[in-house]
T-cell receptor
Framework: GQSLEQPSEVTAVEGAIVQINCTYQTSGFYGLSWYQQHDGGAPTFLSYNALDGLEETGRFSSFLSRSDSYGYLLLQELQMKDSASYFC?????????????FGTGTRLKVLA | EPEVTQTPSHQVTQMGQEVILRCVPISNHLYFYWYRQILGQKVEFLVSFYNNEISEKSEIFDDQFSVERPDGSNFTLKIRSTKLEDSAMYFCAGAAGVSTGELFFGEGSRLTVL
């Protein structure tokens, strides 16, 4: 089967750096995406890694290690507006077609 | 900026009733998905749609669910006989390709089954 595990909650203060980890198990891995979701809102795309290494997009960076089935999202210079849930999602093709399987989600609380 | 549009934003229905949720995708998208999210839980894959047909269904997507593209552009997700446990947010999402890892989500339709 497929599974993606994330910490349920992370708390940090404004200006700090936080890392949200994601470990996955899937038989048809093609890449790892990250999404942000504010309460009551839709998931919005943040970053994607198809290959090992670090991708940087402004204050957000994402890392992937395919050999370890592991990735993380790094948020720098935290702001109050970063308080949201963050989901990793595997682009999977185990059944022959592409789909995205989402992780359990991490709720980030940013404190003043 | 183009966006995915979903209607209704909120629907309340009685158990056993049929519900139709609608989605207008971004025009140049080729891959389409329906997801659901029970309050406070993760985003769950329901079904994918490509080339005018269902490409994959999850275990959740049983005979009570159906997806159609009645006019070649808009999508509908139909739940034939709703159950209490169908109460959730339903998201439509699309992608222009598969290499960017990016899905564009609509704002969702909240379904409440009483």
């Amino acid at each position: 089967g497929q599974s993606l595990e994330q910490p349920s909650e992370v708390t940090a203060v404004e200006g700090a750096i936080v890392q949200i980890n994601c470990t996955y198990q899937t038989s048809g891995f093609y890449g790892l995406s990250w999404y942000q979701q504010h309460d009551g809102g839709a998931p919005t795309f943040l970053s994607y890694n198809a290959l090992d290494g670090l991708e940087e997009t402004g204050r957000f960076s994402s890392f992937l290690s395919r050999s370890d089935s592991y990735g993380y999202l790094l948020l720098q210079e935290l702001q109050m507006k970063d308080s949201a849930s963050y989901f990793c999602a595997v682009r999977d093709r185990a059944s022959g077609t592409y789909k995205y399987i989402f992780g359990t989600g991490t709720r980030l609380k940013v404190l003043a | 900026e183009p966006e995915v549009t979903q209607t209704p934003s909120h629907q309340v229905t009685q158990m056993g009733q049929e519900v139709i949720l609608r989605c207008v995708p971004i025009s140049n998208h080729l891959y389409f998905y329906w997801y659901r999210q029970i309050l406070g839980q993760k985003v769950e894959f329901l079904v994918s749609f490509y080339n005018n047909e269902i490409s994959e269904k999850s275990e959740i997507f049983d005979d009570q669910f159906s997806v159609e593209r009645p006019d070649g552009s808009n999508f509908t997700l139909k739940i034939r006989s709703t159950k209490l446990e169908d109460s959730a947010m339903y998201f439509c999402a699309g992608a222009a390709g598969v290499s960017t890892g990016e899905l564009f989500f609509g704002e969702g339709s909240r379904l409440t089954v009483l």
